[in-house]
């Protein structure tokens, strides 16, 4: 059934539910000796390059393949539109390889055809802090499909992987594959209900007006909670308290210290957006929500292109209720005017998706691990983690 990922060292359908298999690395890291010196073929047509994404004319190559051939949804109404700042932020965090940006050219052309990214994390699977790569932005030009391209491209950055001395991977895909750690599903939140209307992003509900509708989305004309602002630079030791005290409650999630907590969340224009709560009183950070911006081609529509969509990232209710911080965060999203707030069902999300009419979409986002073995799947609420 799985050609390819039969091969791999990932967890395979056959031995779910087999209880004698241990939790852990599924094979032991060779020396880094024996890890192969030359890159896998390619077909005869095609040649590897390695992308320097903070050149502007390799990043345009980048920005312009992901936006014609990244993810679709089911019915080829949406494509993902990562803007070039987004991919300079998710492809250059603290530690990151430049050799782990993989491109596939065409040799006569030059034209960049093929992708694929990692970057460097520790992940921490219940007690083990785990040195792992997050693999992200695998992509094949939609004329190069089905030519089995993707996994010459997974097994060249599982070799650049390795000769960093990494041998653990997390990834996500819409697509099932062996085998989930975690099946998540996402929801979403109208901000603009007029618009994600018009471009048949929702329905108009049965027995609803737009005027109705309009007013059910309604938000206040900013946050509520005394003490909510944007996080600053200050603010990195107590945030990451904050962050790494929440996140030691899931079964997976990241271990972040103060320079990851910089990168992945001081607050970045039009890429990421981080606020917290500051008590007015003893000037403790209490809470702290955080979303990324990545907005959708609108394919097909002749008076909108764009999708702006705002993802819940990480957040920490400790003094304020969940609920009320995230109406605060779907608050400036509004004011920011995205038009959509997504989230998953990950950690605590659940405790506040319905309550602040999130809606049931139609993806499914499934998690995986790469040489590490979970004894049985987790629930969605005991993943703490979120990839971009
Ligand atoms: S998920 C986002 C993936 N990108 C897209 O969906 C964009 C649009 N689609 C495409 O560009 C192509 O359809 C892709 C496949 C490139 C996805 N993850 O070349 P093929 C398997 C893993 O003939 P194509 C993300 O970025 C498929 O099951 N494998 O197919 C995370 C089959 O294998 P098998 C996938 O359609 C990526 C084989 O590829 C995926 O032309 C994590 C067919 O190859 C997928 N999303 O190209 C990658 N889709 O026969 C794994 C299909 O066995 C990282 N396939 O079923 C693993 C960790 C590596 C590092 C380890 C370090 C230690
Ligand atoms: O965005 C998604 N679905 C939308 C649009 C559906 C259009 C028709 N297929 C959706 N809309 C309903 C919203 C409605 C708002 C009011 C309340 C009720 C709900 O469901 C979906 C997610 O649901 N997105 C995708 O399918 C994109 C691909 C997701 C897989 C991502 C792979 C990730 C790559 C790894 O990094």
Aim: charged content about 25%; hydrophobic content about 40%; overall charge neutral.
């Amino acid at each position: 059934r799985h050609r390819f990922w039969e091969t791999q060292p990932v967890g395979q359908f056959k031995d779910l539910g087999d209880s004698s298999l241990p939790e852990g690395p599924i094979e032991p890291p060779t020396l880094l000796s024996e890890v192969k010196k030359e890159p896998y073929n390619l077909p005869a047509l095609y040649e590897w390059t390695t992308c320097d994404i903070d050149e502007d004319a390799t990043a345009a190559e980048v920005y312009n393949l992901l936006t014609n051939n990244y993810v679709e949804d089911d019915e080829n109404m949406f494509r993902f539109n990562y803007s070039k700042e987004f991919l300079r932020w998710a492809l250059r965090p603290p530690g990151y390889f430049k050799s782990w940006h993989i491109g596939v050219r065409v040799k006569a052309s030059k034209k960049l055809v093929g992708f694929i990214t990692g970057v460097p994390a520790r992940i921490r699977v219940r007690q083990d802090v785990v040195r792992m790569a997050e693999v992200n932005f695998l992509c094949v030009h939609k004329k190069l499909r089905s030519k089995r391209l993707a996994p010459v491209l997974i097994k060249e950055v599982t070799r650049r992987i390795h000769l960093e001395d990494i041998w653990q991977a997390a990834y996500t895909a819409g697509v099932v594959l062996p085998t989930p750690i975690a099946t998540c599903q996402y929801w979403h939140r109208s901000l603009n209900p007029k618009k994600l209307i018009d471009v048949g992003f929702s329905r108009l509900g049965a027995r609803m007006t737009m005027s109705r509708t309009i007013r059910l989305y309604k938000l206040p004309a900013s946050p509520v909670t005394p003490g909510f602002r944007k996080m600053e630079l200050r603010d990195i030791p107590a945030v990451t308290r904050l962050l790494r005290e929440d996140l030691s409650r899931f079964v997976v999630a990241p271990d972040l210290d103060e320079l990851d907590v910089e990168h992945w969340l001081l607050p970045r224009e039009a890429v990421v957006d981080s606020f917290l709560v500051e008590s007015p009183e003893t000037h403790e950070i209490t809470d702290f929500c955080s979303f990324y911006t990545l907005p959708s081609s609108i394919l097909n529509n002749s008076n909108y292109s764009t999708l702006k969509a705002a993802y819940s990232y990480y957040n920490v209710a400790t003094k304020t209720s969940l609920l009320q911080l995230m109406n605060d965060a779907l608050t400036v999203a509004k004011q920011k005017e995205y038009d959509v707030f997504n989230a998953l069902d990950v950690m605590e999300n659940e405790s506040f998706l319905k309550e602040l009419k999130f809606g049931p979409g139609d993806g499914m986002l499934h998690y995986y691990l790469y040489n590490y073995r979970l004894r049985n799947g987790m629930k969605p609420s005991e993943l703490g983690l979120v990839l971009l």
